[in-house]
Antibody, heavy 126, light 108 residues
Framework: EVQLVESGGGLVKPGGSLRLSCAASGFTFSSYSLNWVRQAPGKGLEWVSSISWSRGDKYYADSVKGRFTISRDNAKNSLYLQMNSLRAEDTAIYYC???????????????????WGQGTLVTVSS | QSALTQPASVSGSPGQSITISCTGTSSDVGSYNIVSWYQQLPGEAPKLMIYEASKRPSGVSSRFSGSKSGNTASLTISGLQAEDEADYYCCSYGDNFVFGTGTKVTVL
């Protein structure tokens, strides 16, 4: 059974830093791209960042670019999100999600998320 | 990329069918069949309901179906049940992943 378990959330002051972790099990971790998706209280889902399975290519939403860094450790089956210069608007539940691909014109394209963790809450407040 | 547009709320009586729309652009929803739908029950993580616009993962009820025409995708729930009351989000991929604004489904 695929399992994704996030940790590392908590209360942090504006301008502070936090590192989220996502421990994976039940699948070949190194064969999948992984993502972080967040949800502010009472709001919708927002894609945050992704890291590819092959070359470790990293992608970020404009709202976090330059402040957040995604990484992975295939030996530990773990995904990370280093969050710096945190702002009140970063307050959200952060989910890690396993990405699946679709063949588009003979090329594999990111497509959907088939497994999600339970999320970890990050609160940025003074 | 701007969020995909969904109606804020949709409601129906038990047994009825409802449809949720998801409108994007030719750069995301309209480009290929890369549209997925997620159900989020209160206090829970999202759950995949439809992928590649119309495919249903194993274990998802056949009452859920998806379609796409041009820049608009749709999720239809047939035979509405009380347990279907939840938030639903569409998602597509253009330059990066983009989610819809979300739709609250209420069973009357």
């Amino acid at each position: 059974e695929v399992q994704l378990v996030e940790s590392g959330g908590g209360l942090v002051k504006p301008g502070g830093s936090l590192r989220l972790s996502c421990a994976a099990s039940g699948f070949t971790f190194s064969s999948y791209s992984l993502n972080w998706v967040r949800q502010a209280p009472g709001k919708g889902l927002e894609w945050v960042s992704s890291i590819s399975w092959s070359r470790g290519d990293k992608y970020y939403a404009d709202s976090v670019k330059g402040r957040f860094t995604i990484s992975r450790d295939n030996a530990k089956n773990s995904l990370y999100l280093q969050m710096n210069s945190l702002r009140a608007e970063d307050t959200a539940i952060y989910y890690c999600a396993r990405e699946r691909v679709t063949m588009v014109q003979e090329t594999l394209s990111p497509s959907f998320f088939d497994s999600w963790g339970q999320g970890t809450l990050v609160t940025v407040s003074s | 990329q701007s969020a995909l547009t969904q109606p804020a709320s949709v409601s129906g009586s038990p047994g009825q069918s409802i449809t949720i729309s998801c409108t994007g652009t030719s750069s995301d929803v309209g480009s290929y069949n890369i549209v997925s739908w997620y159900q989020q029950l209160p206090g829970e993580a999202p759950k995949l309901m439809i992928y590649e616009a119309s495919k249903r993962p194993s274990g998802v009820s056949s009452r859920f179906s998806g379609s796409k025409s041009g820049n608009t995708a749709s999720l239809t729930i047939s035979g509405l049940q009380a347990e279907d009351e939840a938030d639903y989000y569409c998602c597509s991929y253009g330059d990066n992943f983009v989610f819809g604004t979300g739709t609250k489904v209420t069973v009357l």
